[in-house]
Each structure stands twice: as structure tokens, then as C-alpha cells.
């Protein structure tokens, strides 16, 4: 019997809610593959900020280095802005744990109908790797003038050959293990004409060295059309830091929900700690009400176990996820049913235990 340390950071909102029903999930999935969790709470996000300050313990990143893994619920709050949140807690553990693959999937799952006409379920499978650590969300740049009507401000994009490279190719190692075998890059270079041009000339070098795979170039706001349009052709997606996180939103509702919205934020050395959350964020105004869908928390866990190399538990995971959709008795609100968040836990992990 395997035993992980998982720390866990429900965060705040429906965090708390979904991140519950993911744990409930993994504890039933672990005996697929004799694995068993130790999890280790820590109380950070916006609570932990009015009262002390900051979003995280000043040593926050070197409590969390030893774990095998991290499952985050949301963060975010109405009174606190957004960049205060992310750069007190999440942008650092991406950067220290150099978490440079952010894997957002977006899968149309039978019973869950997409608002596009007439697409069949599993129509849409689509995985999009997003680079994580630098481009347009590096953070460099500053004010001048603040507070005056002379305010200026400089946002620098940071592109590197070995950032673009990295993420690049393993969006071609994944595209190999895949039926479709395609890649989409996805860029603006026609405007942005040096670290988008790197990234472009980069994804060709690639691009040369994997023949088997078919890929496309497309600009942002071409790509955005084609996800509405013809998202059934897409296979492997590798976008920016900025482009893969709007079209992964985009992707989301194209296949019914940001409630299904998973995404794991890997470490390029195994050694260092992966991250795991929903992409759909604290959502304060339902927090605590008992309506937020646990799917996108579950489903995150699920490419957890799939890091962790518990294939079996994640297979069961994901098998059990498309049971209760296909099923259709026990849909959360935003899928159109009425199940309580903890109800919709409970089945997919009866499910599971079958």
C-alpha cells in the first residue's frame, strides 16, 4: 500500500464546498490501486489576508515543498482584488515549483448538452496546454505618476526560447499518445512581433522533429471563432500563459459548464510539487449554499491520481464522472438538475466503490 502526503488549500468560497466531495472522491478511488492519502490542511486564501495581512504564512512555499502533491479549492473574494490573490499565493507556488504545463481538458460528456447546435457527446475532446510561468502573466513592468492624472503603466510579456520550447513539446509527446494526433498553436504574432514570433518560430522547430503529427497555427482571435465554430477539430492545443487561460474558459462552456473545468498545474521535474484545482473560482455569491458543482474539483483529482501514477484510480474516477452525467438523475444546478453538492460527491464516489 502507497501512502501520499497531499497538502490541501480549500481556499475560499465554493472551495471549501467542492474541494470536500474531490477528497471524498480520492479516498474512495484510492483502493482501486492500493494508495492511501494523508491529507494536510492549511488555512490560506482571503480569510488568512483580513486577518493577517497577507494571503499565506510568510514560509508558506517551504511548508508546502514536501507534499506529493497539492489540491487546491479556489481563491478570490469580492473585497479583495484579484492580483492580490494571485500574486500572494498562486502565481508563486506556480513559479517556485516551476509549474510551467497547466493541463485544462475539455471533454463533451453524454448527457451534458453543449449550447452549440447539434453536437453528439464526446464530439469535443480537446487538451489544452497552457505555459504557466512567464509570457503575458510574468509580472514585470510598473507605475509611474501613480494617482495622478500622468499615471503610467508598463506590462512586460516575458517569452524565452527554453519557456516556449518546453511547453511546446510536451504538448507534441501528448499529441503522440493520442488517436488524432494534432497540434494547434495559438498565437498573435501578427501584432506581437517578437515573443510571439519566438513562439512561433520555436512551435515550427518542433514541430519538424514530430512528422506523424498534423498541426495548425492560428491567431488568438481566429482560434477564438474556430472553438464556437469547428471545435470538434481540435486535439492538443498549446497557447500562451494570457490565450490558453481565455480559450480554456471558452472551451468550458462550449462543453457545458465551467463546473466540469479541471486543470492540473505540473511540475517540469517530478520533484517538485504539482498543483490541482477547478478553474472556475471561489464564486462567493453560492459559497456555502450547497449548489456548487463538485465535478470540476473531482475531475481535478482525477489527473491528480493520473500524476501520481494511479491510473486504475483515475480511470475509475473518470468512469464514475461519466456514469452519473450519463445517468442524469443527479445533475447539479448548473447542469440543469437539482443535487446538492455533497449528493452529487456521494454518487461518483458509490460509483467509484463499484
Known amino acids: 500500500m502507497r501512502t501520499f502526503e497531499i497538502a490541501v488549500i480549500e481556499g475560499d468560497g465554493i472551495g471549501v464546498d467542492v474541494t470536500r466531495e474531490a477528497i471524498k472522491v480520492l479516498e474512495a478511488a484510492g ?25 499565506a504564512a510568510e514560509d508558506y ?10 489540491l487546491l479549492g479556489a481563491v478570490g473574494h469580492p473585497e479583495v482584488q484579484d492580483h492580490i490573490t494571485l500574486n500572494g499565493l498562486l502565481l508563486p507556488i506556480r513559479r517556485r515549483f ?20 447539434d453536437k453528439p457527446a464526446e464530439s469535443i475532446d480537446m487538451l489544452v496546454f497552457r505555459e504557466n510561468t512567464e509570457g503575458e502573466y510574468a509580472n514585470i513592468g510598473g507605475r509611474l505618476y501613480q494617482h495622478s492624472d500622468h499615471d503610467v503603466a508598463v506590462q512586460t510579456s516575458v517569452f524565452t526560447r527554453r519557456g516556449c520550447e518546453r511547453i511546446i513539446r510536451a504538448a507534441f509527446e501528448k499529441a503522440m499518445t493520442r488517436p488524432r494526433k494534432r ?27 514530430y512528422p ?30 494570457l490565450f490558453g487561460d481565455i480559450l480554456t474558459d471558452l472551451a468550458a462552456i462550449v462543453v457545458g459548464s465551467m463546473g466540469l473545468a ?25 459559497a456555502g449554499q450547497g449548489i ?34 450519463a445517468e442524469g438523475e443527479l445533475l447539479p444546478p448548473d447542469l440543469g438538475g437539482t443535487a446538492r453538492t455533497e449528493v452529487v460527491g456521494d454518487r461518483v464516489a458509490a460509483l467509484v466503490g463499484e
Open 31 to 55: 483502493g482501486v490501486d492500493e494508495a492511501e492519502f494523508s491529507w494536510n490542511y492549511f488555512p490560506w486564501g482571503t480569510d488568512y489576508y483580513f486577518e493577517h495581512g497577507r494571503m
Open 61 to 70: 512555499l517551504d511548508q508546502l515543498a514536501p507534499h506529493d502533491a497539492l
Open 98 to 117: 516551476d509549474q510551467a504545463i497547466c493541463l485544462r481538458p475539455a471533454f463533451l460528456y453524454e448527457g451534458v448538452p453543449s449550447p452549440l447546435r
Open 183 to 209: 497540434v494547434a498553436s495559438i498565437t498573435k504574432s501578427n501584432a506581437q512581433g517578437y515573443g510571439m514570433v519566438l513562439w512561433d518560430e520555436t512551435f515550427a522547430a518542433v514541430a519538424a522533429e
Open 212 to 241: 506523424a503529427i498534423e498541426t495548425e497555427s492560428l491567431l488568438i482571435d481566429r482560434a477564438a471563432m474556430e472553438f464556437v465554430r469547428r471545435p470538434e477539430s481540435f486535439d492538443v492545443v498549446v497557447a500562451s500563459n
Open 262 to 286: 479541471a486543470s492540473a498545474n505540473i511540475a517540469i521535474e517530478r520533484k517538485n510539487l504539482s498543483m490541482f484545482e477547478p478553474v472556475h473560482g471561489s464564486a462567493p455569491d453560492i
Open 292 to 325: 456548487a458543482n463538485p465535478l470540476a474539483a473531482i475531475l481535478s483529482a482525477a489527473m491528480m491520481l493520473e500524476h501520481l501514477e494511479l491510473p486504475r484510480a483515475a480511470a475509475s474516477v473518470h468512469a464514475a464522472v461519466k456514469m452519473l452525467l
